[in-house]
């Protein structure tokens, strides 16, 4: 995650392992204004990548969402990614005394199908209710 117009975001590098040349760099975003962190990205051995990330957006009033997104090894452009599940409010309590806050972003995962190269699945924080936070699991594919 990196600072993309003021705002966290997450950042991919290509990388052809047989030259050790970058292929190709860029950014995972929902919006020019939104914080996007707490990202998970895999690949198969077609060069096809899998990525989901956490994103917030106050400024417009969305809650934290479970993004998801991937790339295609011919594709040219990345996409935003969808929504895979918005948060029905945000975390108010302090549950944490080690830390003094409500934690997030301790885990967020991509694994390929071992059935199927062209599938994979995504596990990322979600939050259930002001005071409860739980994990979205969803598959996604080519």
């Not at 950042?11 to 929902?30: C, D, E, P, V």
């Not at 990548?49 to 479970?66: E, K, M, R």
């Not at 990345?78 to 972003?105: E, H, M, V």
Request: aromatic residues 14%.
């Amino acid at each position: 995650t990196i600072n993309l117009f003021g705002f966290p975001s997450a950042f991919f590098y290509r990388i052809n392992t047989s030259t050790n040349a970058l292929k190709q760099s860029g950014f995972y975003y929902a919006s020019k204004t939104s914080d996007d962190f707490n990202a998970s990205i895999t690949a198969n051995a077609a060069g096809n990548c899998f990525v989901t990330w956490t994103s917030t957006d106050a400024s417009v009033g969305v809650n934290a969402q479970v993004r998801l997104s991937g790339k295609l090894s011919a594709d040219a452009q990345i996409t935003a990614g969808t929504a895979g599940f918005t948060s029905p409010t945000f975390l108010t309590g302090n549950f944490d005394p080690g830390f003094g806050i409500q934690r997030w972003g301790d885990y967020s995962a991509v694994t390929l199908d071992p059935s199927n190269e062209a599938t994979a699945w995504l596990v990322n924080e979600k939050i259930n209710s002001s005071s409860l936070w739980g994990s979205r699991i969803i598959t996604i594919g080519f």
